[in-house]
């Protein structure tokens, strides 16, 4: 979800594992040679999704290992879902809507959220991502009460115990 603290986590999480971080928003903003929020009004949100779904194909069938943070929508597509299960071990940094209300309050650049009710659009978002991301997370980690240093932990214990089969972290 936006805002749950996939880019914070993830670049404690690749340094503390001695990996590269990469964020594919930043990597579509690199290939798109402008904002996301930009291009998303500009060419509509399917647009977007195109280049999204091409950005994490590419990262994700790479060889080299890394940690990367992907966009909250990104599973919105069966074929990132896909590609996903196949190339990485997800993680879903589980955050409710209401928490992330609170962290998103004052937020200004993410395009969804640009509406008359936030809150009740990230409510709507959860609804439907939620389930979407457990089908495809390795690894579910609770957000709530949490600082960021706590869950790099807790992820990192869990990908060392190894991600074969599903697993919820309190």
Same mark, same amino acid.
């Given at each position: 979800m936006p805002g749950c603290g996939k880019s914070t986590i993830g670049r404690q999480l690749a340094r503390v594992r &001695? +990996?590269?971080? +990469?964020?594919?928003?930043? !990597? /579509? !903003?690199?290939? +798109?040679?402008?904002? /996301?929020?930009e291009f998303f009004d500009r060419e509509g949100e399917p647009a977007f999704r195109d @280049?999204? !779904?091409?950005v994490i194909r590419e990262t994700l069938v790479a060889p080299q290992a890394r940690v990367v943070a992907t966009g909250g929508g990104s599973v919105l597509r069966p074929a990132n879902r896909e590609v996903m299960k196949v190339n990485a071990t997800v993680v879903y940094l589980h955050t409710l809507p209401e928490d992330l209300a609170r962290r998103l309050s004052r937020d200004t650049q993410r395009p969804l +959220? &640009?509406?008359a009710d936030p809150r009740q659009r990230l409510r709507d978002l959860y609804a439907v991502r939620d389930p979407i991301y457990r089908e @495809? *997370?390795?690894? @579910? @980690?609770?957000?709530?009460?949490?600082? *960021? *240093?706590?869950?790099v932990n807790l992820i990192s214990m869990q990908l060392d115990m190894g991600s074969g089969a599903r697993q919820d972290a309190k």
């Open positions: &001695q +990996l590269p971080f +990469l964020d594919s928003d930043h !990597e /579509i !903003e690199r290939f +798109l040679g402008c904002s /996301i929020r @280049v999204e !779904e091409r +959220l &640009q509406v @495809v *997370a390795d690894i @579910v @980690v609770d957000t709530a009460h949490k600082s *960021a *240093a706590m869950l």
